[in-house]
């Protein structure tokens, strides 16, 4: 199987997942920076190295390709891939607007191609639990969601102002938020938060409405000061430029039962004299074994789909582009200061 992989960024990890892939027979990276495309050189000697994505699709002709660069850039690389009949994983957010992400899986319908989203969550081991206790009727109907994903606040720099908090945090919870209930969102109410100079703003608080009577309350803060340990490092023996928290708490409350998770887990620290880390180990845990956890269970599990294998089919496209419908309303309800319908 030939495999592109558009920007090594975060997607450092990507790239050593699809590495230790055992059906992947070439694989390719494309990436505008120097520095980074001679860094995925040296870490990936077997690969061959494009400038741009676009460029390495047409160079390759990839059997498929994962998009994990800029969010800016998601769209466009995802529709050069499907007008050249290549299968697509993109990571979210699937695009910048809701009228794109919808164009781009109508693209992959008409095509007959596969367009799988990045949600993570959905292959984490304790969110399966949950959406299984859910699915089961355990928890009874469920009445309300409530989270909290709070993120560092040097990565509001760097990350956060590069499109939106609700497009690079709080989409995880809206996408839980409906995969969990099974029902479309219809109304939301929000507010947003900009001390810090945006837009966009560093905090964001949502309300949403669901058609089949669940509500959620969804926050997000891209506040936390350096001084908190680290949860998020980079893979060892690597400077840990990617350092911060990503501090996440759910809660679905039913009418039989009520079931919480934490992502931020001190169960493991390492003190240091310039700072404590809780590396984070259920998403993308970097170790001598390579990169595991949610992310290979969700890289491995589209690529046995492009391979035509059995695949779990947790994620859902329909379910990404009602995100991207949810997050435009929640740009309008913040602007505006009143609840806004969701376009669906
Ligand atoms: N699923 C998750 O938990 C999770 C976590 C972190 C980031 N992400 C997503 O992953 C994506 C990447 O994150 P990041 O932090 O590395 O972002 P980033 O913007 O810091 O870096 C992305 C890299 O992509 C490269 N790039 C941009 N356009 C390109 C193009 N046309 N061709 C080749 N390379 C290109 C850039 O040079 C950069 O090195 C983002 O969309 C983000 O939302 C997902």
Same mark, same amino acid.
């Given at each position: 199987m030939k495999v592109g992989l558009a &920007?090594? &960024?975060?997607a450092i990890r990507h790239a050593q997942v699809i590495a230790a892939?055992?059906? *992947?027979t070439e694989f390719a990276i494309a990436e505008l920076s120097t520095d980074r495309r001679e860094q995925a050189a040296r870490e990936h000697p077997q690969a061959r190295i494009f400038d741009d994505a676009v460029e390495m699709l047409q160079g390759m002709e990839p059997d498929c390709v994962i998009v994990a660069s800029s969010s800016n850039s998601h769209a466009t690389i995802t529709r050069a891939a499907l007008e050249a009949g290549i299968h697509v994983f993109s990571e979210k957010?699937? /695009?910048?607007?809701w009228a794109e992400a919808r164009e781009l899986k109508s693209l992959a319908d008409q095509a007959g191609l596969i367009f799988q989203a990045g949600y993570i969550l959905r292959y984490e081991a304790r969110h399966q639990l949950l959406h299984d206790h859910v699915n089961s009727g355990?928890?009874?109907?469920?009445?309300l969601i409530r989270s909290k994903r709070n993120c560092s606040r040097t990565w509001f720099e760097?990350?956060?102002? +590069?499109? +939106?908090p609700v497009l690079e945090s709080m989409v995880h919870d809206l996408d839980l938020a409906t995969w969990l209930t099974k029902q479309r969102c219809v109304r939301v109410s929000a507010w947003g938060q900009k001390?810090?100079?945006? @837009? @966009?703003? !560093?905090a964001v608080v949502a309300v949403l409405e669901f058609d089949g009577g669940a509500l959620a309350v969804l926050e997000t803060s891209w506040?936390? @000061?350096? &001084?908190a340990p680290a949860n998020?490092?980079?893979?060892?023996?690597? !400077?840990? !430029?990617? /350092?911060?928290v990503l501090d996440a708490h759910f809660e679905v409350h039913g009418t039989s039962a009520v079931e919480t998770l934490s992502?931020?887990? @001190?169960s493991l620290m390492l003190m240091t004299d310039e700072r404590t880390y809780v590396p984070e180990s259920t998403l993308f845990p970097a170790s001598a074994l390579g990169v595991g956890g949610a992310l290979r269970d969700e890289l491995f599990d589209f690529l046995a789909h492009v391979r035509g294998d059995l695949h779990?089919? *947790? /994620?859902s496209i329909d379910d990404a582009v009602h995100v991207q419908a949810v997050v435009e309303a929640i740009g309008r309800a913040a602007e505006s200061g009143t609840p806004a319908a969701v376009e669906d």
């Open positions: &920007g090594f &960024g975060f892939n055992p059906f *992947v957010p699937l /695009a910048l607007s355990r928890l009874g109907r469920v009445v760097t990350w956060g102002k +590069h499109s +939106h001390f810090l100079g945006g @837009p @966009p703003p !560093e506040l936390i @000061p350096d &001084g998020i490092v980079g893979p060892l023996g690597r !400077e840990d !430029e990617g /350092a911060g992502l931020y887990d @001190p779990t089919g *947790v /994620a």
